[in-house]
């Protein structure tokens, strides 16, 4: 069905805006929360590559009523006082963009985040977009490395509501920034601070999240992007081979995903009596479950009792100064031509004008 669209104003100047958008979290760290968030998540055929007809019934006879708990208890370690980590550090990067591009432009394009997952939806934030003027609207998914999974998910929720408008903006999108200069730069100056403060490790993991490897063999190329960012980012670091581990985390199910592990890996070299270990996850540019959990309370669970000595967790880019910067660098390139500087009042107020002697209702 074709949605109507807001009221049109005459005189009323359009306008450019960035839609960030993230994977999603609960509204609240509860199995209550959690069910709906799952199914939504879960039931994605972008995320699970199974027949309906098999995946089904273990969705809603098995997972849905076994996982609920077992997550919430996950993401009740990790809430913020003002909710869910991956929201308050997207919210943040969000207002920090704002400010970023208003110091260095001065026209600010409206600036919006959603999730893929939960809210605020695309759908909703899309909509707001348009009642406040957007006739042009940047996608730009959060996700360094392509995937099929996470971006090319969140395009397909835009293009879904993009396809119910009458009058649909033009749309841009960011495929990927794996190798962006800034964002390496950015990812590279976070380790030094780290090491600055705590001294360097034997071994720096980087960990990824994880895709199954069937994603690979049908081309994504999500894994090679990953490889590329862990490769860039080494030589910045000026590391060796033997310094750093690319792995891949959150694994799902029982079908092989891409490996290294990061449990196996970790557990590895504990046993092998890696004195320090520190990890960091350059897939996520905001400290989330997946991070803060997974990595920071059992990744360290898992190579201490195997043996290793010190583990330290390298947070995400989050709100640092440079990744804003760099935010604004990749925004600013894919936003050429669509920037245009505010009309006066005074030829606003002549537009509306003229509108109204032939006759427009408003």
């Known amino acids: 069905m074709i949605t109507p669209e807001p009221a049109y104003q005459h005189g009323k100047p359009d306008q450019t805006g960035i839609l960030l958008i993230n994977l999603g979290t609960p509204d609240a760290p509860t199995p209550q929360a959690l069910r709906p968030y799952l199914k939504q998540f879960l039931s994605n055929p972008r995320v699970i590559e199974i027949p309906q007809w098999i995946w089904w019934p273990i969705l809603n006879g098995i997972i849905l009523n076994t996982r609920p708990k077992k997550s919430a208890e ?16 997207t919210a943040r990067q969000m207002s920090l963009l704002r400010a970023k591009l208003a110091e260095r432009i001065g026209a600010v394009p409206l600036i919006k985040y959603a999730m893929s997952i939960g809210n ?23 996700y360094p490395q392509y995937a099929a999974s996470s971006t090319a998910s969140a395009f397909d929720e835009v293009f879904a509501q993009v396809g119910r408008m009458r ?13 962006h200069p800034g964002y390496i730069a ?10 600055m403060n705590a001294g ?25 992007e990953c490889q590329k960012t862990g490769r860039l980012l080494a030589e910045a670091l000026e590391l060796d081979a033997s310094q750093y581990q690319i792995c891949f985390q959150s694994r799902f199910g029982r079908a092989e995903w891409l490996r290294p592990y990061t449990a ?46 010190e583990f330290h967790y390298i947070p995400c880019l989050n709100q640092r100064d440079d990744w804003i910067e760099a935010l604004a660098d990749i925004a600013l390139e894919n936003l050429q031509g669509w920037l245009r500087p505010r009309p006066s009042e005074e030829k606003l107020a002549q537009s509306r004008q003229r509108a109204l002697a032939i006759g427009a209702g408003n």
């Open 74 to 89: 996950k993401y009740a370690q990790i809430w913020m006082p003002e909710g869910s980590p991956l929201k308050v550090y």
């Open 186 to 195: 950015s990812l590279a100056q976070n380790v030094r601070d780290h090491w």
């Open 167 to 179: 009058n649909v903006p033009a749309l841009r999108t960011i495929k990927h920034y794996h190798d």
């Open 120 to 142: 605020p939806s695309i759908g909703a934030t899309l909509q707001e977009m348009k009642e406040q003027g957007c006739e042009r609207i940047l996608v730009f998914p959060l």
């Open 200 to 224: 360097r490790p034997d071994k720096l993991v980087m960990s990824f999240h994880g895709i199954p490897r069937s994603s690979l063999d049908k081309g994504d190329p999500y894994h090679c």
């Open 264 to 309: 196996a890996t970790l557990e590895q070299l504990g046993k092998e009596n890696v004195g320090r270990v520190d990890v960091i996850c350059p897939g996520f540019v905001s400290d989330c479950l997946e991070t803060l959990e997974e990595i920071a309370i059992e990744g360290k669970t898992i190579f201490m009792q195997a043996g290793g000595r």
